[in-house]
Nanobody, 119 residues
Framework: QVQLVESGGGLVQAGGSLRLSCAAS????????MGWYRQAPGKERKLVAT???????AYADSVKGRFTISRGNAKGTVYLQMDSLKSEDTAVYHCNGNILTTLGWATFWGQGTQVTVSS
């Protein structure tokens, strides 16, 4: 079994910063791409940023230049540095990972962490 656990969310004023963390544990033989997605109330979950195992990154246009995704030294850790936050960044942020387990490759999701940006 695999678990992804996010942390670091909270309430911040517009223009402020937050750093989200995600750690995978359990039956993780290999982890390839990891990413962050967000879901605002009443809206679909959308991509924020992804990073491959080689460190290649991609970002949604709405966060380019403000957010930075990175992987930690420990296997299965990923971070999202969020700067210059705007009210429209308010959402539940979920991390995911493409993970090889003893049962094969699958995509796993965390439960999410709430980010609220006050204007």
């Amino acid at each position: 079994q695999v678990q992804l656990v996010e942390s670091g969310g909270g309430l911040v004023q517009a223009g402020g910063s937050l750093r989200l963390s995600c750690a995978a544990s359990g039956d993780t033989i290999c982890i390839s791409a990891m990413g962050w997605y967000r879901q605002a109330p009443g809206k679909e979950r959308k991509l924020v940023a992804t990073i491959t195992e080689d460190g290649v990154t991609a970002y949604a246009d709405s966060v380019k230049g403000r957010f930075t995704i990175s992987r930690g030294n420990a296997k299965g850790t990923v971070y999202l540095q969020m700067d210059s936050l705007k009210s429209e960044d308010t959402a539940v942020y979920h991390c995911n990972g493409n993970i090889l387990t003893t049962l094969g490759w699958a995509t796993f999701w965390g439960q999410g962490t709430q980010v609220t940006v006050s204007s």
